[in-house]
């Protein structure tokens, strides 16, 4: 399980101060409970994919057009297609 960007410091807040320390077995059963809202969307550790305890929140990728923001990817989540710049 691990925790990046702006879910970093929220969900070890959640877990090492509200929940009961660094003791593994107490972190790892925090971060299964845990039900973060974020700027993201929610944020829990579940099992899915053939994965076990993983985030699922949506990553995007975007880039810059025209000096604006546009999300690329993934395609469930794109309102633009990638352009490659010219040399």
Known sequence: MTARGPHTVPLSLEVFIGRGGADPGKVRA????????????????????GDQNQNSVVGVTPQVQ?????????????????IIPRK
Do not use: I, M
């Open 30 to 49: 925090a971060l299964s409970a845990t039900k973060l809202n974020s700027a993201l969307g929610p944020v829990t550790f579940r099992s899915y994919a």
């Open 66 to 82: 025209n000096g604006r923001f546009v999300t690329v990817g993934p395609a469930s989540a794109a309102t633009g297609k990638v």
